[in-house]
Nanobody, 123 residues
Framework: VQLQASGGGLVQAGGSLRLSCVVS????????MGWFRQAPGKEREFVAA????????YYADSVKGRFTISRDNAKNTVYLQMNNLKTDDTAVYYC?????????????????WGQGTQVTVSS
């Protein structure tokens, strides 16, 4: 299983970025996908998740209303649209594939991880 994340970069506060994660090696359309992030000196935290059918999305309170998770099952790709970025959003962002039934925001429920993409928001 491979997850390849991309789309990170440097952006000013208030700007936007779209992250992408291409998945190979597993049945993507039935897999719940998540985005997590880890800032320097902090633990990895949940950002957003989306079920395989796209019926349900989950968001951390800190990003609700600013970030949107989506997926294209035909392209085996999950996206994270990030708008109105804040300096506190600076982190390495990881996409992950859920491996077992658990709370959507529980990191231990995700079995496969991408390599991470750096997002830096300047003031």
């Amino acid at each position: 299983v491979q997850l390849q994340a991309s789309g990170g970069g440097l952006v000013q506060a208030g700007g936007s970025l779209r992250l992408s994660c291409v998945v190979s090696g597993r049945t993507f359309s039935s897999t719940t996908m998540g985005w997590f992030r880890q800032a320097p000196g902090k633990e990895r935290e949940f950002v957003a998740a989306i079920t395989g059918s796209s019926i349900t999305q989950y968001y951390a309170d800190s990003v609700k209303g600013r970030f949107t998770i989506s997926r294209d099952n035909a392209k085996n790709t999950v996206y994270l649209q990030m708008n109105n970025l804040k300096t506190d959003d600076t982190a390495v962002y990881y996409c992950a594939a859920r491996g077992r039934k658990d709370a959507y925001n529980n990191i231990s429920g995700y079995s496969d991880w991408g390599q991470g993409t750096q997002v830096t928001v300047s003031s």
